[in-house]
């Protein structure tokens, strides 16, 4: 039984190698075999067939026939001209007359009535009214600045003479203090009524007309909508307008 047992075993042993070279042997005859794929052979390229140029032949170009020379025309002599008739100058037409812009009528609607009002019944012209309008207003322009340096030495020459006596004495001087609204100010010279009454009256002022009380005395006054205030009085004297102050009235 052992030795059944043993043959049993070399023989297996002896089969198995043997399948695998028979198996070895079959693979490789079946890859010899196998057919390879060829690539296609390229396509052989055909020349094209050559093109014969063709020159073209330019015909030579004839010359423009040359034009025969004119030969100039004798210049033909102009008559002459008649003589030119004196003609008498023309006189210009008169130039139409432009109606003034209702601006300008309007400005001198207001200059007409303002001239009314300040003249009144005293017969002075336009043109003496508007120099004296002017050389009033201007001496308040310069009594305005006088007035806010207090300068009481630039602000007599504005002053008559009359003024000026009245108002340096001391009866006189003391009935404004009594009638200054604030109490306690003492006026015991001209230079004092200067300071504490002229001055502060006339600080605020805004005079833009004048009122005639006869061609020698004036009135500059400050218009509103329901009165006038009168803020200087103007003397005439030796051809100068000079500040009067009235005196007091009893």
């Given at each position: 039984?052992?030795?059944?047992?043993?043959?049993?075993?070399?023989?297996?042993m002896l089969i198995i190698p043997a399948v695998m070279m028979l198996a070895s042997c079959v693979r490789t005859k079946d890859i010899k075999n196998i057919p390879q794929e060829v690539p296609p052979a390229a396509e052989e390229q055909k020349p094209e067939p050559e093109v014969p140029q063709v020159i073209q032949e330019t015909e030579p170009v004839p010359e423009p026939p040359k034009e025969p020379e004119k030969t100039p025309e004798p210049k033909k002599e102009e008559a002459p001209l008649p003589p030119k008739e004196d003609v008498p100058p023309q006189k210009p037409a008169p130039a139409e007359e432009v109606p003034p812009a209702p601006a300008e009528e309007e400005e001198a609607d207001e200059d007409a009535d303002e001239y009314a009002r300040s003249i009144g019944d005293v017969g002075v012209s336009k043109d003496t009214f508007k120099e004296d309008k002017e050389k009033i207003l201007?001496?308040?322009?310069?009594?305005?600045?006088?007035?806010?340096?207090?300068?009481?030495?630039?602000?007599?020459?504005?002053?008559?003479s009359e003024s000026k006596s009245y108002w340096s004495k001391t009866g006189n001087l003391k009935k404004a203090q009594n009638r200054m609204p604030i109490k306690g100010i003492q006026l015991k010279t001209l230079q004092d009524y200067f300071k504490f009454i002229f001055v502060p009256a006339r600080q605020q002022s805004q005079i833009t007309e004048i009122r005639y009380e006869s061609d020698t005395y004036i009135k500059a006054v400050e218009v509103q909508p329901t009165q006038e205030l009168i803020y200087y009085f103007f003397k005439k004297t030796n051809g100068n307008w000079l500040v009067h102050i009235p005196p007091i009235e009893e």
């Open positions: 039984m052992y030795y059944f047992l043993q043959m049993k075993t070399k023989s297996t201007r001496i308040i322009d310069e009594l305005s600045v006088i007035m806010k340096d207090k300068d009481y030495k630039a602000w007599l020459p504005y002053i008559d």
